[in-house]
């Protein structure tokens, strides 16, 4: 070994492979927390050790270290011995809570966990390896159940709202007066637009089956009058027209060929001026920094036949293709960004 190479690898240590290597055991922790209903335990008020075990139904050998390694990971305070939420953990993990995004990690825990178990056939085979495997069907269960349906549509809404506060803040909608959301789940896009740009009016347009939980959620925000629910199927049937079409976390579950039949379909709904907008994780160009944005792309391949996710110059050239004559990319938020074509 050179002097130099030798001077470099006394600098160098495992601890950041090692560290990703088993990061799965901290996520899993956090998972089973929201399983257990950890923070909805909490929620009334600090609990010692003892008291919380016993309500958690925790086995003594397990709940100290348990709870103490929620400490250490950030997801709960201790002081004098009593466990309390943070108040992140607080906000968004107690069951009880409109702001509750644990709809998002129990599904992670149930599902997309186990299923990720299996990513080396995937990315072997190219198949997807969830309920399809065996031929159960999880989201036609998931629209046949409405308690589960209404979870999951609300922890759609807690994942988009920093996007979708961001394209309200960014975009310039004083030049347009009605939005189209495309798969729009309880419309948690529309209610940010709605209220950040009164002059605005907006349709949510998604299954059937998302009717009644989109109403109810646009009704408790006192936004019924501006905002509306059409159902159908966004491959099949005539989509409403609209100055601004909006597609969030949408491309990424299917293959090119629906991509672009979904952003012709949109393109064909706005006037000329209008504008089509497409957000969620999108990667960068260069593929090697937004790392959420990369395995979310293999997330897709574990849940769908064809989907992935894209970069913005990938993305923009899909809008060219079906004749958008103007395109651009901006970064909203952590590991969202949008791309926007006008037509
Ligand atoms: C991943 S969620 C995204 C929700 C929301 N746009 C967001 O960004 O938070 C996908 C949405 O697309 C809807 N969807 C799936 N297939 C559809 C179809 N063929 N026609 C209309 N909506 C569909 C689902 O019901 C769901 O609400």
């Given at each position: 070994?050179?002097?130099?190479?030798?001077?470099?690898?006394?600098?160098?240590?495992?601890?950041?492979?090692?560290?990703?290597?088993?990061?799965?055991?901290?996520?899993?922790?956090?998972?089973?927390?929201?399983?257990?209903?950890?923070?909805?335990?909490?929620?009334?008020?600090?609990?010692?050790?003892?008291?919380?075990?016993?309500?958690?139904?925790?086995?003594?050998?397990?709940?100290?270290?348990?709870?103490?390694?929620?400490?250490?990971?950030?997801?709960?305070?201790?002081?004098?011995?009593?466990?309390?939420?943070?108040?992140?953990?607080?906000?968004?993990?107690?069951?009880?809570?409109?702001?509750?995004?644990?709809?998002?990690?129990?599904?992670?825990?149930?599902?997309?966990?186990?299923?990720?178990?299996?990513?080396?056939?995937?990315?072997?085979?190219?198949?997807?390896?969830?309920?399809?495997?065996?031929?159960?069907?999880?989201?036609?269960?998931?629209?046949?159940?409405?308690?589960?349906?209404?979870?999951?549509?609300?922890?759609?809404?807690?994942?988009?709202?920093?996007?979708?506060?961001?394209?309200a803040?960014?975009?310039p909608f004083d030049r347009y007066e009605t939005v189209?959301?495309?798969?729009?789940?309880?419309?948690?896009?529309?209610?940010?637009l709605a209220q950040r740009h009164t002059h605005l009016s907006g349709?949510?347009?998604?299954?059937?089956?998302?009717?009644?939980?989109?109403?109810?959620?646009?009704?408790?925000?006192?936004?019924?009058d501006r905002?509306?629910?059409?159902?159908?199927?966004?491959?099949?049937?005539?989509?409403?027209?609209?100055d601004v079409?909006?597609?969030?976390?949408?491309?990424?579950?299917?293959?090119?060929?629906?991509?672009?039949?979904?952003?012709?379909?949109?393109?064909?709904?706005?006037?000329?001026?209008?504008?089509?907008?497409?957000?969620?994780?999108?990667?960068?160009?260069?593929?090697?920094?937004?790392?959420?944005?990369?395995?979310?792309?293999?997330?897709?391949?574990?849940?769908?036949?064809?989907?992935?996710?894209?970069?913005?110059?990938?993305?923009?050239?899909?809008?060219?293709?079906?004749?958008?004559?103007?395109?651009?990319?901006?970064?909203?938020?952590?590991?969202?960004?949008?791309?926007?074509?006008?037509?």
């Amino acid at each position: 070994m050179s002097a130099t190479a030798q001077t470099r690898a006394t600098h160098v240590t495992p601890e950041a492979i090692l560290q990703l290597g088993l990061a799965f055991w901290g996520s899993k922790t956090l998972l089973s927390a929201v399983e257990l209903g950890v923070f909805s335990e909490l929620s009334g008020g600090p609990l010692a050790q003892d008291e919380l075990a016993v309500r958690l139904g925790l086995h003594p050998r397990s709940s100290r270290d348990f709870l103490d390694a929620l400490v250490a990971l950030g997801m709960l305070e201790r002081e004098d011995g009593r466990y309390a939420n943070t108040a992140a953990t607080e906000l968004f993990l107690d069951r009880a809570k409109p702001s509750y995004l644990g709809g998002l990690l129990e599904m992670a825990n149930a599902r997309l966990y186990p299923f990720w178990g299996r990513l080396t056939e995937a990315l072997r085979t190219g198949e997807p390896q969830n309920e399809s495997r065996t031929g159960d069907d999880f989201f036609g269960a998931l629209y046949a159940d409405p308690e589960r349906l209404r979870q999951f549509l609300r922890a759609m809404t807690g994942l988009s709202t920093g996007a979708a506060m961001g394209i309200a803040a960014t975009f310039p909608f004083d030049r347009y007066e009605t939005v189209l959301d495309l798969g729009c789940a309880e419309g948690g896009l529309l209610v940010q637009l709605a209220q950040r740009h009164t002059h605005l009016s907006g349709t949510g347009f998604d299954l059937p089956a998302v009717k009644e939980p989109f109403e109810e959620y646009v009704r408790t925000m006192g936004l019924d009058d501006r905002l509306q629910f059409v159902a159908g199927d966004f491959f099949d049937d005539p989509l409403p027209s609209a100055d601004v079409v909006t597609l969030g976390h949408i491309l990424h579950d299917w293959g090119r060929e629906e991509k672009l039949a979904l952003l012709r379909r949109a393109y064909d709904a706005v006037p000329d001026g209008g504008a089509v907008i497409v957000f969620e994780a999108i990667i960068d160009d260069d593929r090697r920094a937004n790392a959420f944005g990369l395995l979310m792309s293999l997330n897709m391949l574990i849940e769908t036949p064809g989907g992935s996710d894209y970069t913005a110059a990938d993305c923009q050239g899909w809008m060219r293709e079906v004749g958008f004559s103007e395109t651009y990319a901006e970064h909203l938020v952590g590991p969202d960004s949008m791309v926007v074509g006008i037509k």
